[in-house]
């Protein structure tokens, strides 16, 4: 034996870990069942239909086919006679059912050998002389009786398979793909180019392959070793020492990639699991120390550097399920180590610290391991030593800890340093990190203990929290899938919070953190929201990403479980971003630590630029100039000399006014070039923008400066908000038309939309461009992703519907108990109570929400009935509400900064998922909650439910399915008759079955999930790196903070060497530090602090620790040198008065601001408006109102607007988002569409000609809130350029520093008083004085109370109010009534002055001349074209009177009549139907089909879909037999049981099987525990026992302190004899009642029974040669015994047998992809399908590439390409049909094609009986056709007719064509052959051979006349000459060899295409043999 084999012996483990597949993270050590994620799938179930065609073979060989006999029992029809399909045999054409593995044996079965030598013989081909083909026939079986009644009622309507069947039949749910793979299709490269990239990461790596990654970056080794199973093929192999030292370097290198950490855990997964690290590596460090080369020897430390690297990082990424292999390596790795360094090998010290490192790990998690307290694989931090999360931030978790939650400790924080320096760049960091970590985390820990504080309280529901937004009820509904990963959609109660206006409220927005807990937060869940979508949020619905460590914890949840969730506010995603980046961020790896640290005032010159360096600075000196006038030469020569600056030097610098620059923005350009680190403040309207962007422009130009390296860098913006970045890239884009690229959320420029990093990832060339690896990385991670969702979605629908309404009882059977099931099914049978229709549920019945609770609801929650008719009210009123002006929802505009491109939820299939939803719910539900209309409340058999009941009904369903309490299983087995229960106890019941059913579907999908998530995280980070590739390739990269937070990863690759930060100042500093990278070296920054600042969640933190202060703000206090922009180019200078100088010391007046003109109809261009009106709060949140305020500012837009100003020359302000929304409810579209309305906080950076400033605070107490901000004034102040008009209580603004300066200001200027002065335009010396809305009625159009009088052009005068708008009255329409004279008869207009008057309208008596009646007609109207409105009098031509108007046509007539149809049915029909069928139209007949199908059924369809009889409808009744596994089967009425789809429930003491019933069971391969003192089994669990029973009594006490009665070893009952005596001795076996008889009980039922009468009844062996497999029952309530240890042996021996039956059933999949190809090939074959019915092979071939396909639609495929053959066959031949038989024979053909091509999972016996009949009179029609067509021309005898008559007639007809027909057919044809011979020639075909033969001419000899007669041309074939027919004297021959045209080759002779002589006949087209 090998030593490798040796190694094997052993651990036999390892084989079985070859298999594994690593599932992420959440890893489990001792997990067995790890396989692939399609292995479900790839096993699909390899049984047949009830009947099948099988596999076609080739022409000229003959196979037998096979055919079931009927195993039904006496009195049952048996198996047909056989008929054969086709009247034309064609051997080898059809089969029966194939015998694949004995897969159609069924699951109850005998394998007694007289029995099997029976089936043999009936399998046997069946063969009638004539030498037919024999039928293809269903394999059929006497129906057996199983363990329920099958009388039950059951639902009747077609069900289609599912893959998620529960307890009964689902309809297909229609798979579609994740949008997530839609997305991207634009760039989708060709098949060509996906068949080579599946190649490429599916191809065998070698020697040179891994020596070639050597050279590699680390990113393209690790994506290209992840993918396929290249690496995991390679590290099973036998390597040799070079290479496994090759592989140690290369996954070494690997490892250090920073952006692929996904991928680098999907890797080393693989390598974990492999041999190379168990057995390969392990055996070459011992070899290390035995190597006798000196030279060799000296290599070994580098090689087990490398080694210990390796090992490093799989146990910080697997330190549970590695331990062992680690432990393993240690201890060889030790000795080598030390035998090297005793042979004189240097081993460096770094080696012995990472060796020592490593031990301490192990011994650290051999340790944990001991304690049990390491069980999952979660990810270390290897660090030199341990240390807490008070000692290193590093080390600290991101999410918060159980004991944050719980414990009040203080955390420890330092402040923000804004006056000095750090001590050190850790310090710095710590700093940021603890202070941004506590900033989200305060909120929810004081919000979780002030919530567990109150969490008894009464009012809890009603109470507001400060810190956090509490949701209860919380329920997980259903997994999604994303293109993160696997979300989950999440329900709660909105009861609470009916007041929450979903569209604006901050709660729940993207990326918020949520914790929610069932247990008092002693375990908590954290998860970000992943989609808001406000229509859902007001049905409660929210979707939900949880983290790792969550996702692990959901495996334990079940679907009941109800949990309370509780939302911090702060913007998660992004400070987890930046958290990780600052724990990630190495103390060196900061730039500008000199200034940013230290603090160090000495800015220096960037390092990229030398002294000898020149900026060319043309492109800034192009501008128009105030240069004095010049000659155009003197010009160019200045820009000539001067265009080219050595920027160091300030002397070389142009003039400010060459540079279109004032002084302080030349200052400031000369600052960002010259210096490395640049600060630039710009206060309101001083160009900021304009400055970066020339900034920007000049670093461009001068490219050549700063990149000096092959590789290029391309320029970094960062902006705040989506706004400005789109503001700075198009200004970019003025001077860069190229190489520009923008990364952040939605983007409102259309200019930009195509620099977007989607659109260029979208592009067609993109994905061709990228390298191979990635291209082949995404391929099979996509792929991977497809295969997990399809299972996922389909199990979520299933979970998703059980929330919609409630379950019919059909999907719950398996979840009930055998006699809870029958005692729901005879509840009603009373009374003559009967089920009516096919759908209807007795659980309905049972809940009281059918028909017997129609009249009275019990129950029923008014209070849920009182909510529900106030929503209607409200939903009412919302549908008459005046459409407002459109306004940015808060909540979008947070959303929007928030959401990066692949953040957007891909909502385009939507609509697709809701109709699969909705189609999957009304199959499933028996009542749907969410569909309109009577769906599931008992309608079908004539019930009529009210709206007002049906209503009733669903509110109760409702309330019912919200509350979360169900019924224990203890109280269910303590149930008999569910019916006797309260109605509360029925609904807890049915939430426990709903509650099974949920779980069982959740548990399926979990291994999917883990796959999903794998493959989502690894789909990630390859998009990342597709990400870098555009980037890399850009000049200029934009982005928003979210975004660079984001793409941290990317931006430390991309290593942008110049960084421009607009609105640096709001920007906080840590997110600041993340974006930069090592090689930065030219920052910039561009903002304002004394505007706003960064936001901070927690107040505290923001003031006393200094977490506000953005970076650009800490170093002006720390006094580095910045330059701040003095002259501003917005305000005019009153307004600018406000801000200088209280907020800026020096702000200049461009002169361009001084020109501005006078605002119209105000007196004033700055007004503050004083008032006293108090506020009001909003009750959600903590935002203001105030009504005095918002109406007043909505009259003075509005006054605004009439004095000419356009809307979107007016924007509305506001402090509060309260506010906001006031305004908008003010505010109708129609007077004030294109005005804005916005809080201040979202409109920096804007500016408009007119502001009007609301700053709603007005409070006895005081209190101004964020107003005493002196940088949100600054803001609120700056945005108006020509007009600023404020509202507020100056009272209490006064008592703010900052706003009393202004009020002095103000006052100064008499710019504010408590009213507005107005002045008319019309009338200047009008005024009027406006304090609050109600005084703009005075001045109603915007001008003042006098009239306007203006005359108009029609003579009226002008009725409106003086009005300064529309002067001219151009768009003015009179209003006053017309007064023309409309006819001679007086009438005037009715219509208004401005309305064209048109012809006269007024009604008058006239005469209608076509029938003479009276009518009102209008007065213009002539009499002739009026439609009279007198009822009709004419008789119609069928007898009826006319129902229309007598102006109408008549009307067709509708009133009921008979008729008698074509099938002889009599109809009840509209009389013009009747009429219709007398000229041909086709009325279908809705009689009942009568037909008994060949299964024993009644067929349920009608005459007119079952053809009259000729194709019946597939058989709808439950199959109900008892499977092999013991549960009833699911299919309808079948005669092969399919594999059970219910979850397996065998078990035993160490676990318990997961698949599914009808799969393979995994055997435990744990050791037995059956032991007790006397015996020890010593097998493994799945084995036979090797001990017997032990018959001596148990010693143990029971609960009620008395003896035992069981026996030694096995479980004690729970019945005592001196408690239970009476229940214990009931006799049933006979020997209960003996004093010292002892007991079993069952652990699967629980009942008990007498040991020596069990133990009999267990062994008996059945008698009879029959020999049923399956597992003993209890023989009280027949319920499988599972487990049991006393009879253990006889239960694993059944399974076992059971076993082997399930593997043969399952078949091959191997096999099935064997019989496609076949198929396939087959189908290629037979291309007279293509060529004559092209749709049905093109059906059939889109079928064939389905994947994967079952044996049964295999089956379905075959038999189809079989019946088309055949049709396609007879149709290519009716070219000799004359048209009147072509046209009735393809009628019939075209039904059975119909047929054919219907959608169906198998062909039933039944549907094979009637396509053979269908087809076999269509060939029996088309020969009957063709003779006769050929004997067109001959008289035939009377009988000859008759015969030819009577066949037609029953070949034409509509009925079924029936054996008798067959025959009686038959027997004519055989008559009709010998007097009209198919080929017309008057002769038999004998007698044709013999004369053909005779004459010995080869083909293409035989002629025939016009006339049909034959004759032939001997010698060449050619005709000489001409000569005339004997029979009709037609000219006949012909001359030159040339025959005569009316003349043609008489092909019926012998078979020849063409003539002998010719060129076609010499190619040998003719030479085949006769």
């Not at 884009?733 to 939605?746: A, D, K, N, S």
Request: proline share 4%; hydrophobic share 35%; aromatic share 6%.
């Amino acid at each position: 034996m090998s030593s490798q084999s040796k190694l094997f012996q052993m651990d036999p483990d390892h084989w079985q870990r070859d298999n594994h597949r690593w599932r992420g993270r959440e890893i489990e050590a001792d997990n067995p069942n790890r396989r692939a994620a399609t292995a479900e799938q790839s096993r699909q179930n390899p049984r047949r239909g009830d009947a099948s065609l099988e596999r076609l073979e080739p022409r000229g060989r003959r196979y037998n086919g096979s055919q079931r006999n009927a195993a039904g029992p006496a009195g049952q029809r048996g198996a047909p006679q056989p008929r054969r399909a086709l009247s034309t045999p064609r051997q080898g054409e059809m089969q029966a059912t194939r015998e694949i593995g004995g897969r159609n044996q069924e699951w109850n079965f005998n394998l007694n050998p007289r029995h099997v030598e029976g089936r043999q013989n009936a399998v046997r081909a069946i063969r009638n002389p004539a030498g037919r083909a024999p039928a293809v026939q269903g394999n059929r079986q006497g129906p057996q009786q199983g363990r329920r009644d099958q009388q039950n009622e059951r639902r009747n309507e077609t069900w289609r398979r599912n893959d998620f069947r529960e307890g009964g039949r689902g309809r297909q749910v229609e798979m579609q793909g994740n949008p997530l793979f839609q997305r991207r299709r634009p760039q989708e490269v060709t098949k060509e180019e996906h068949a080579k990239d599946k190649e490429q990461f599916v191809r065998k790596l070698g020697y040179k392959t891994m020596e070639g990654l050597l050279d590699k970056e680390p990113s393209e080794i690790v994506i290209t070793l992840a993918c396929g199973s290249g690496l995991k093929d390679l590290l099973n192999q036998q390597l040799n020492p070079n290479f496994i030292q090759l592989i140690c370097k290369v996954l070494c290198k690997a490892c250090r990639s920073k952006t692929d950490r996904q991928s680098i855990q999907h890797l080393l997964g693989i390598v974990k699991d492999s041999l190379f690290l168990k057995v390969q590596l392990p055996r070459y460090v011992v070899q290390m120390s035995t190597d006798p080369v000196p030279a060799r020897r000296q290599q070994y430390p580098e090689y087990i550097e490398s080694i210990l690297f390796l090992l490093q990082e799989l146990v910080s990424i697997f330190p549970a399920s590695s331990v062992q292999e680690m432990s393993m390596m240690v201890l060889v790795l030790d000795p080598t180590v030390n035998t090297l360094r005793a042979a004189g090998v240097s081993i460096g010290e770094q080696i012995e610290n990472s060796l020592e490192k490593v031990k301490n790990i192990i011994h650290h998690l051999q340790g944990r391991k001991r304690d049990g307290t390491l069980r999952t694989d979660t990810h270390m931090l290897i660090d030199n030593q341990e240390t807490g999360p008070e000692d290193n931030y590093r080390t600290m978790t991101i999410y918060p800890t159980y004991n944050e939650m719980h414990l009040e400790e203080k955390p420890f924080l330092r402040p923000n340093l804004i006056t000095e320096k750090y001590a050190s760049t850790e310090v710095y960091l710590d700093t940021h990190f603890r202070l941004l970590r506590e900033d989200f985390v305060r909120p929810l820990r004081e919000g979780i203990l002030e919530l567990l504080q109150n969490y008894d309280d009464k009012g809890l529901r009603r109470r507001r929290f400060d810190d956090i937004r509490v949701y209860f009820n919380t329920r997980i509904i259903a997994p999604l899938c994303t293109s993160t990963g696997v979300g989950y959609k999440v329900q709660f109660d909105t009861r609470p919070l009916k007041f929450v206006r979903w569209q604006n409220s901050k709660r729940l927005l993207y990326g918020s953190l949520v914790c929610m807990s069932k247990d008092n937060f002693e375990t908590l869940l954290f998860a970000t929201v992943s989609n808001r979508d406000p229509a859902e949020l007001k049905e409660g619905i929210v979707h939900l990403s949880f983290n790792v460590r969550s996702r692990r914890l959901l495996a334990e949840v079940e679907p009941s479980d109800c949990f309370l969730m509780v939302e911090t506010t702060a913007y998660f995603e992004a400070y987890r971003h930046v958290l990780e980046g600052l724990q990630e961020i190495q103390g060196e790896d900061v730039p500008f630590q000199k200034y940013i640290v230290e603090c160090d005032t000495d800015i220096q010159v960037p390092r990229y630029l030398s002294f000898n360096d020149s900026y060319d600075l043309e492109a800034l000196m192009n501008g128009k100039s105030e240069l004095p006038e010049e000659s155009a030469g003197q010009i160019f020569e200045c820009l000539q000399r001067n265009s080219k600056v050595n920027v160091l030097d300030p002397a070389s610098w142009p003039s400010k006014e060459e540079l279109n620059l004032d002084e302080s923005q030349m200052k400031a350009l000369q600052m960002a070039l010259t210096k490395e680190l640049a600060i630039i403040q710009g206060p309101p309207g001083t160009g900021k923008t304009y400055v970066g962007l020339k900034i920007v422009q000049v670093l461009l130009k001068n490219e050549s400066v700063w990149q000096r390296r092959l590789r290029k860098f391309p320029i970094l913006v960062v902006c705040y908000t989506n706004h400005a970045l789109d503001q700075f890239l198009e200004g970019i884009y003025g001077f860069l038309h190229t190489g520009l690229v923008r990364v952040g959320g939605r983007s409102n420029s259309e200019l930009l939309k195509r620099f977007t990093l989607k659109e260029l990832r979208n592009s067609r060339d993109f994905r061709r461009k990228l390298p191979q690896h990635l291209r082949s990385a995404y391929f099979e991670v996509t792929n991977q992703m497809r295969e997990s969702e399809q299972k996922i979605r389909a199990a979520a629908q299933h979970l998703e519907c059980t929330t919609q309404g409630v379950l019919h009882e059909q999907y719950l059977e398996k979840y009930i108990s055998a006699m809870h099931w029958n005692s729901l099914q005879n509840g009603l049978a009373f009374g003559g109570f009967g089920l009516l229709g096919g759908r209807h549920s007795l659980i309905l019945e049972w809940l009281g929400l059918g028909f017997m609770s129609v009249a009275a609801i019990l129950g029923a929650d008014p209070q849920n009935m009182e909510n529900t008719d106030d929503q209607q009210e409200e939903i009412e009123d919302e549908d008459v509400e005046e459409e407002l002006i459109q306004i940015s929802e808060e909540a979008e505009l947070i959303q929007g900064e928030r959401m990066i491109d692949d953040d957007e939820p891909k909502m385009r299939t939507k609509k697709k998922q809701d109709a699969d939803l909705n189609e999957l719910a009304n199959t499933l539900l028996a009542m749907n909650l969410n569909k309109q209309g009577p769906q599931g409340l008992q309608e079908e058999g004539g019930w009529q439910v009210q709206r007002s009941e049906r209503k009733k009904m669903k509110q109760k369903a409702q309330a019912e399915l919200r509350k979360s309490g169900a019924m224990t299983a203890a109280e269910e087995r303590g149930t008999f008759n569910i019916w006797m229960l309260s109605l509360k106890d029925r609904w807890r019941l049915y939430r426990l079955w709903l509650s099974m059913y949920q779980t069982d579907v959740r548990r399926r999908i979990i291994q999917h999930e883990q796959l999903y998530q794998a493959a989502a995280d690894r789909l990630a980070e390859l998009r990342l790196q597709e990400d870098l590739w555009v980037l890399k390739e850009a000049k200029v990269v934009g982005m928003t903070t979210t975004g660079a937070a984001k793409y941290r990863k990317v931006l430390q690759e991309l290593k942008p060497r110049i960084v421009v930060v607009e609105e640096a100042a709001e920007v906080l500093e840590a997110h600041l530090i993340t974006t930069l990278s090592s090689a930065c070296q030219h920052l910039i920054l561009i903002g304002d602090h004394q505007q706003l600042r960064p936001s901070a969640t927690v107040y505290d933190l923001a003031r006393n620790f200094y977490l506000e202060v953005s970076l650009f703000e800490r170093l002006v206090k720390v006094n580095v040198p910045y330059i701040r922009l003095d002259y501003q180019h917005r305000m005019r200078p009153e307004i600018a008065a406000l801000l200088s100088p209280h907020i800026y010391e020096q702000l200049e007046n461009h002169p361009s601001v001084l020109n501005y003109e006078n605002i119209k109809g105000v007196s004033s261009n700055l007004f503050f408006v004083e008032h006293s009106y108090p506020e009001e709060e909003i009750q959600d949140g903590k935002s203001h109102q105030n009504l005095h305020e918002a109406a007043f500012v909505v009259a003075l837009c509005y006054y605004l607007i009439c004095q000419d100003y356009s809307p979107s020359q007016i924007t509305i302000l506001t402090t509060y988002t309260g506010q906001l929304f006031t305004l908008r409810k003010m505010m109708p579209s129609k007077k004030f569409a294109g005005v804005k309305v916005h809080v201040v906080d979202k409109y920096q950076g804007e500016e408009n000609d007119i502001i009007l400033l609301s700053l709603v605070r007005s409070n006895k107490k005081g209190n101004v809130g964020f107003l005493q901000i002196a940088n949100r004034v600054c803001v609120a102040l700056s945005r108006a350029k020509k007009g600023l008009y404020c509202i507020g209580n100056m009272s209490i603004l006064a008592n703010v520093p900052l706003w009393s300066k202004i009020m002095h200001t103000l006052h100064e200027n008499a710019n504010i008083g408590p009213s507005l002065l107005l002045t008319c335009q019309n009338h200047p010396k009008t005024m009027t004085l406006v304090a609050k809305a109600e005084d703009f009625s005075k001045v109603p159009e915007g001008g003042c109370s006098l009239p306007c009088e203006y005359r108009l052009d029609c003579g009226h005068v002008c009725t409106r109010a003086c009005h300064p708008y529309d002067m001219e009255h151009k768009e003015f329409n009179c209003l006053k009534p017309c007064q023309k004279v409309l006819c001679e008869d007086g009438h005037r207009c009715a219509k208004s002055c401005y309305e064209k008057c048109g012809k006269c309208q007024v009604k008058v008596d006239k005469v209608i001349p076509q029938c003479g009646h009276l009518q009102k007609v209008p007065c213009s109207k002539n009499p002739e074209n009026f439609v009279c409105k007198e009822p009709c009098s004419k008789i119609l031509h069928c007898g009826h009177k006319c129902a229309a108007a007598c102006g109408e046509d008549c009307a067709t007539c509708t009133i009921k009549v008979s008729i008698t149809l074509k099938c002889d049915h009599i109809q009840e029909v509209d009389c013009y139907i009747k009429e219709a069928a007398k000229i041909g139209r086709c009325v279908p007949c809705k009689e009942k089909c009568r037909m008994q199908l060949d299964c024993s059924h009644s067929c349920p369809g009608s005459c007119h879909r079952c053809y009259e009889g000729r194709f019946h409808e597939s058989c709808q009744q439950p199959c109900r037999r008892l499977l092999i596994c013991s549960h009833e089967c699911l299919e309808p009425c079948t005669n092969q049981c399919p594999p059970c789809q219910r979850r397996c429930e065998n078990l035993c003491k160490h676990s318990k099987c997961a698949r599914k019933c009808g799969e393979l069971c995994t055997p435990c391969v744990e050791p037995c525990e059956w032991v007790c003192r006397h015996y020890k089994c010593h097998k493994l669990c799945s084995e036979p026992c090797d001990r017997p029973p032990c018959n001596e009594p148990c010693r143990k006490l029971l609960k009620c302190q008395h003896p035992c009665v069981g026996l030694c070893g096995e479980p004690c009952p729970k019945m005592c004899r001196l408690c239970h005596y009476a229940e214990l001795t009931d006799i049933f076996f006979g020997n209960e009642d003996e004093p010292n008889a002892r007991f079993v009980q069952l652990e699967d039922c629980c009942h008990i029974f007498e040991v020596t009468g069990f133990d009999q009844y267990m062994n008996q062996v059945q008698e009879g040669s029959d020999t049923v497999i399956r597992l003993k029952d209890c023989p009280k309530c027949r319920m499988p015994i599972r487990k049991n240890f006393r009879y253990g042996t006889i239960i694993k021996n059944s399974l076992c047998e059971i076993e082997k039956v399930k593997k043969v059933v399952q078949g091959d999949a191997e096999k099935n992809n064997q019989l496609r190809k076949q198929l396939e090939s087959e189908l290629k074959k037979r291309s007279i399908i293509a060529e004559q019915l092209p749709n049905q092979d093109k059906n059939l071939s889109a079928a064939l590439q389905l994947c994967p396909l079952s044996l049964q639609g295999l089956t379905v495929i075959e038999n189809k390409i079989a019946f088309l053959s055949r049709l396609a066959e007879l149709k290519c031949q009716e070219v000799r049909l004359n048209s009147h038989m072509k046209g009735k024979f393809n009628t019939k053909l075209l039904e059975c094609l119909k047929w054919i091509d219907k959608s169906r999972g198998r062909f039933t016996g039944q549907e094979l009986i009637d396509l053979q009949s269908e087809i076999q009179r269509l060939t029996f029609l088309f020969d009957l056709y063709v003779r006769c067509s050929m004997a067109s021309g001959r008289k035939l005898d009377s009988s000859t007719e008759h015969d030819i008559a009577c066949v037609q007639r029953i070949l034409e007809c509509t009925k079924k064509f029936t054996e008798d027909n067959e025959k009686f057919v038959k027997g004519k044809m055989e008559k009709l052959k010998l007097v009209l011979p198919e080929t017309g020639l008057a002769i038999s075909e004998t007698e044709r051979v013999m004369i053909v033969k005779a004459m010995g001419l080869r083909q293409g000899h035989w002629f025939k006349c016009p006339n049909g007669h034959v004759y032939v041309i001997t010698e060449c074939g050619g005709a000489m000459e001409k000569a005339k027919c004997p029979d009709c004297d037609a000219e006949i021959g012909g001359t030159n060899h040339a025959l005569e045209s009316s003349n043609q080759v008489a092909s019926e002779m012998d078979g020849a295409q063409f003539s002998a002589w010719s060129d076609v006949a010499n190619n040998m087209l003719n030479f085949e043999g006769l």
